[in-house]
Antibody
Framework: QLQLQESGPGLVKPSETLSLSCTVS??????????WAWIRQPPGKGLEWIGSVYYSGDTFYNPALKHRVTISIDTPKNQFSLKLISVTAADTAFYYC????????????????WGQGTLVTVSS | DIVMTQSPDSLAVSLGERATINCKSS????????????LAWYQQKAGQSPKLLIY???TRESGVPDRFSGSGSGTDFTLTISSLQAEDVAVYYCQQSYTSPPTFGQGTKVEIK
């Protein structure tokens, strides 16, 4: 059974860089029929797709965050990662990683399964 | 971006009764090439991550109870819980994957009356 687990600091200072990793078990990030995604959810609010990555390293980003986001993949470690620069309080959220089956639009489809999520707070 | 609007924002339903959640997209999410609607539904229980219930608007994910069903096409979609159980208390989200960026509805909170 595929499982995803987010990891990284729970507290980041304003203007610094948020860095998270997602470790995949029970499956391979090199599987050609899937993308791997990051989604976030401010506490008590809705869901926002951050971006997706393919095993080849191809990336697909939300235009709203594209100028601040880098998603990368490490196939030997079976992990993918998120970096978000110049964070502010507005970036405080639960960050989830998820698997995305390939569809018509590259990097985009439904999300299943999701990791348990990790809360990242931006505060000095 | 495609805007997804759910209604109502919350609803309270008696145990065993039907719950109906609506989702409207700002443009059609139907692919003519494969005649599939790129619309998914998720359930998020308190303190948990979202769980996929339905994809392609009406295909139930493996393991999802058959009291959950999805319907609709084009811009108007519905998630129905035919007989509400206590474990169905959650927030439900719709999501389109017709275009990038994929976008979610604001969520509908389902409670027991």
């Amino acid at each position: 059974q595929l499982q995803l687990q987010e990891s990284g600091p729970g507290l980041v200072k304003p203007s610094e860089t948020l860095s998270l990793s997602c470790t995949v078990s029970g499956g391979s990030v090199s599987n050609v029929i899937y993308y791997w995604a990051w989604i976030r959810q401010p506490p008590g609010k809705g869901l926002e797709w951050i971006g997706s990555v393919y095993y080849s390293g191809d990336t697909f980003y939300n235009p709203a965050l594209k100028h601040r986001v880098t998603i990368s993949i490490d196939t030997p470690k079976n992990q993918f990662s998120l970096k978000l620069i110049s964070v502010t309080a507005a970036d405080t959220a639960f960050y989830y990683c998820a698997r995305v089956p390939r569809g018509v639009i590259r990097g985009v489809n439904w999300f299943d399964p999701w990791g348990q999520g990790t809360l990242v707070t931006v505060s000095s | 971006d495609i805007v997804m609007t759910q209604s109502p924002d919350s609803l309270a339903v008696s145990l065993g009764e039907r719950a109906t959640i609506n989702c409207k997209s700002s443009q059609s999410v139907l692919y003519n090439s494969n005649n599939k609607n790129n619309l998914a539904w998720y359930q998020q229980k308190a303190g948990q991550s979202p769980k996929l219930l339905i994809y392609w608007a009406s295909t139930r994910e493996s393991g999802v109870p058959d009291r959950f069903s999805g319907s609709g096409s084009g811009t108007d979609f519905t998630l129905t819980i035919s007989s509400l159980q206590a474990e169905d208390v959650a927030v439900y989200y719709c999501q389109q994957s017709y275009t990038s960026p994929p976008t979610f509805g604001q969520g509908t909170k389902v409670e027991i009356k």
